[in-house]
């Protein structure tokens, strides 16, 4: 898998340590040994294959090749790589293949490849299983290869406020998984690698401000760093990876202490302030973009590139725009409704927590610990969900020290397909109460029914690893966890109750849709500072100065990074209604849910296919056309049938009526007959 692929899908994907992997080319593994006559052979071989048996053969080499290009990505999806048929000594351990001009112009070969190579099957002689995964492929292939294209080369962004190489490293080596000692030393080699990673980097930010096409947020990229290097060998980076390896009773184990904090001093801490230095260097001389990909000139077409990858759908920015801007007419009149002056009248303790809730302050509820709050969701969720092996985690607080201000409240460690281990799952403490209704809800997304939920139902029910480690649609994974945090929010129904439920879910929505307008209107139509503050008063949310500033630098330094969660979701909930409607009295929810789960990481089109295909299976029969007209026709043979026998039975009893008329005449002359001779005699 390429370059453009990984970085697209996964450097903003919430999952810390893929952002990295996102940094690396998928690379060509053949060595060029193959003479002509044994690529030959090989053809020839190929072509006794079923179409069916080379495409499962064809994805587990696109995974197999994924993992042995990058270690990252390996070390994250595989414990055991024997199983998986992968060559360890092909892995090069580090930080992944560095970013230069030379490897963007390779990997627009790759994903030009990719897509030839998808097209060289026949789609018809697949398994259905098999077409979901070539639909899914293509779709993805199809919009890596338009990123590719070198009008766009440098319009990525590196230090992206909400999830940049900044702020991935050191949660990357926070939790970094050693499960032996090898994984001690491997740690400790990308330790090494993170200066001369970060200088590539820097590399590619300096010509991107070359081009134009520079668009950061300075003072908090400065901030986290200086945060970083102020706290040195204190860190608690640092002293996480020690007590990891610890954790493994090596013999050695001073030995390994001594060399992770010399990797750490001499490569870790240098490379922040290297991005210091470089980020003040940018600031006082660059020229930095401060509005929206607009205001570049292939920037409008870029940002419709990245809006399709991220909702999962194949929507223009307009037809997006307008969808949630109906969504928040749609919910702000449900609001409304609730707030009138006669509901709140009647509800006054209502009325009081729905104003909390405008005003941004907390709803409480009684839990007391993370883990009280999944335990208490996995009692609950599958009355709505199907039902998996039980599921071991570990939820933790995230440092404060490399907690984040920039949004990302919690995110889920994504396992190894293989992995023995519990799963893991981190809590950004800044703002994190856990009597919070807010935490509840995020614990919820980021656990228990959300990604962890997900991620454990994918494992256990599919069987392609390429779909389970390699596709990546984040309109579909965070569009469920969204579902399932609002899903949750009715197991608290009985603490609280359901009209302020319905309310804050209702809120909630209206706010994000608002928001994500507002996103496609600074990227894609241009919005000034000024012009989001007008627009996002005329919605109903007036904001001051300050806070309008910080939500427009937030929104302009992350493009279109709200749209997986809540676009994905409505087109969730989209479907559920639609299914709703279709089966009636016999929808099931349980059956609805195991639909949009089995399709693991696949975008919409190919989602909403297998919901319409479950809709067909389970609706009520109605007659065809042809079947009704026949069964008229048989209705009106009938009919002339009970019409000819009637006629019959009528005529019958008319003809037994003369019948006996007649002879009740004729014995009346017999008898007649009879009296005259005996009077005569």
């Not at 627009?108 to 018809?124: A, L, P, T």
């Not at 390896?245 to 490379?271: G, H, R, V």
């Not at 990245?306 to 007419?329: D, F, M, R």
């Not at 409240?409 to 893991?424: G, H, M, R, V």
Request: net charge negative; glycine share 4%; proline share 3%.
């Amino acid at each position: 898998m390429n370059y453009a692929q990984r970085l697209f899908r996964l450097l903003l994907s919430g999952t810390l340590v893929l952002s990295l992997a996102a940094c690396s080319s998928g690379g060509n593994t053949d060595t060029g040994d193959n003479t002509a006559e044994d690529q030959k052979e090989e053809k020839k071989e190929d072509t006794k294959k079923t179409e069916s048996e080379r495409f499962d053969e064809f994805l587990e080499a696109e995974f197999v090749e994924a993992m042995e290009s990058d270690y990252t990505t390996y070390h994250q999806f595989v414990e055991n790589p024997d199983d998986f048929g992968i060559d360890v000594s092909k892995i090069e351990v580090n930080l992944g293949p560095r970013i230069s001009q030379e490897s963007i112009d390779e990997d627009r070969k790759e994903s030009i490849e990719n897509g030839k190579q998808i097209d060289d099957f026949d789609r018809e002689k697949l398994t259905d299983s098999q077409k979901l995964i070539y639909d899914t492929y293509k779709w993805q292939a199809e919009i890596d290869e338009q990123l590719a294209d070198e009008k766009f080369d440098y319009y990525n962004n590196f230090f992206e406020s909400m999830g940049g190489v900044h702020y991935n490293l050191p949660v990357m080596f926070a939790d970094w998984v050693l499960r032996n000692e090898q994984d001690v030393k491997d740690m400790i080699t990308c330790l090494k690698d993170v200066q001369p990673y970060v200088q590539d980097v820097l590399t590619y930010t300096k010509e991107q401000e070359k081009r134009g096409l520079m668009s950061i947020d300075f003072e908090s990229v400065i901030d986290y760093c200086q945060g970083i290097v102020d706290k040195g060998e204190k860190s608690a980076v640092l002293t996480a990876m020690i007590d990891t390896m610890k954790e493994l009773k090596l013999e050695n184990e001073a030995d390994y202490e001594k060399q992770i904090t010399e990797a750490f001093t001499d490569s870790f801490i240098p490379a922040y302030q290297d991005i210091i230095d470089t980020m003040k260097e940018l600031q006082a001389k660059g020229t930095n973009n401060e509005n929206g990909l607009a205001q570049f000139e292939y920037g409008k077409e870029y940002y419709s590139l990245i809006l399709h990858g991220k909702t999962g759908n194949n929507w223009t920015p307009e037809e997006v725009k307008a969808y949630c801007e109906s969504q928040s007419q749609k919910y702000m009149d449900k609001t409304s409704e609730m707030m009138s002056e006669e509901n709140m009248t009647a509800h006054p303790e209502i009325a009081l927590e729905m104003l909390a809730v405008v005003s941004g302050l907390p709803i409480t509820t009684d839990f007391k610990s993370y883990e009280e709050i999944l335990e208490f969701s996995k009692t609950k969720m599958y009355d709505h969900v199907p039902q998996i092996g039980d599921i071991e985690y570990d939820i933790f607080d995230v440092n404060e020290e490399i907690a984040s201000d920039s949004g990302i409240a919690a995110y889920f460690e994504i396992p190894a397909l293989d992995a023995t281990t519990p799963k893991q799952m981190r809590v950004n403490p800044k703002g994190a109460d856990t009597t919070s209704l807010e935490t509840y809800k995020t614990v919820c997304h980021e656990g228990l029914p959300g990604h962890m939920y997900q991620y454990a139902y994918m494992y256990e029910n599919s069987d392609s690893n390429w779909l389970k480690a390699i596709a990546g649609n984040l309109g579909y994974t965070e569009g469920w966890a969204v579902y399932a945090e609002y899903m949750a929010y009715d197991y608290v129904e009985t603490a609280m109750s359901k009209e302020i439920i319905d309310f804050m879910r209702y809120f909630d929505i209206q706010s994000y849709m608002a928001i994500i307008a507002a996103d496609i209107g600074i990227h894609y139509e241009g919005w000034t500072i000024k012009e989001f503050t007008q627009y996002m008063n005329d919605a109903g949310f007036s904001m001051a100065e300050a806070d309008a500033l910080g939500q427009f630098k937030q929104l302009q330094a992350n493009p279109a990074a709200f749209e997986p969660y809540y676009v994905g979701y409505l087109q969730i909930l989209d479907l559920k209604e639609k299914t709703q409607k279709a089966l009636g009295d016999s929808f099931n929810e349980i059956e609805f849910n195991r639909v949009i789960l089995d399709c693991g990481n696949m975008p919409f089109p190919v989602v909403e296919a297998q919901v319409d295909a479950y809709i067909e299976a389970n609706a009520p029969k109605e007659e065809s056309k042809e079947e009704a007209k026949e069964d008229s026709k048989e209705e009106a043979k009938e009919e002339a049938k009970e019409e000819t026998i009637d006629d019959t039975k009528e005529e019958s009893k008319e003809e037994t009526k003369e019948d006996s008329k007649t002879e009740t005449k004729e014995d009346s002359k017999e008898e007649t007959k009879e009296d005259t001779k005996k009077e005569d005699k």
